[in-house]
């Protein structure tokens, strides 16, 4: 019996040796893989800075023009204040519409008072005036009294806008 008890103990002991994870084998190196591709690279390396046997051509120089002054008008200075909007009745927006007329006109946007606007041009209506609705970033017709336009601002450079 105490030989049976041995016999199993040993019979136990070799099964979970041979269930326990084995240790990983090393990876095997690609010897002649890696040689190859370090050859590869030396030689692309080596032949971009190869010795080349013909010169380089000689840079050609030739004589500028010569220069002749001629007197430049400055240009006249323009306004780089923005037009801004402002509600003549003291309210805090003003209306713009798609159109010059506010009658017979749609409200495109009510725009804040003192916001910088894109001026567009004049209206072919008097007092009225086109700008860059700055919400929608579409044409808009805004009444003259609400714009305040800078005394520099030249509208007259400014083209003519019907609808």
Same mark, same amino acid.
């Given at each position: @019996?105490?030989?049976?008890l041995l016999y199993l103990i040993a019979l136990t002991a070799i099964l979970l040796g041979a269930c326990a994870p084995q240790a990983p084998a090393a990876p095997t190196v690609d010897v002649a893989g890696t040689l190859s591709v370090e050859l590869a690279s030396m030689m692309m390396?080596?032949?971009?800075? =190869?010795y080349s046997p013909t010169p380089p051509p000689s840079p050609t120089f030739t004589a500028a023009p010569p220069v002749t002054e001629t007197p430049t008008v400055p240009p006249a200075p323009v306004?780089?204040? @923005? $037009?801004?909007?402002?509600? =003549?009745?003291?309210?805090?927006?003003?209306?713009?519409?798609?159109? $010059?007329v506010a009658?017979?006109?749609?409200?495109?946007?009510q725009i804040s008072s003192?916001?910088?606007v894109e001026f567009v041009g004049m209206s072919s209506v008097a007092g009225w005036y086109?700008? @860059?609705? $700055?919400?929608?970033?579409?044409?808009?017709?805004?009444? =003259?009294?609400n714009l305040i336009l800078d005394p520099?601002?030249?509208?007259s450079a400014f083209?003519?806008?019907?609808?």
């Open positions: @019996m105490y030989h049976l390396t080596q032949t971009v800075a =190869a306004s780089t204040i @923005m $037009p801004k909007v402002m509600e =003549a009745g003291g309210s805090e927006y003003a209306p713009c519409y798609l159109g $010059p009658d017979g006109n749609k409200l495109s946007s003192y916001k910088d086109v700008i @860059m609705n $700055p919400y929608f970033h579409t044409k808009c017709w805004i009444e =003259a009294k520099s601002f030249d509208v083209p003519t806008v019907t609808r």
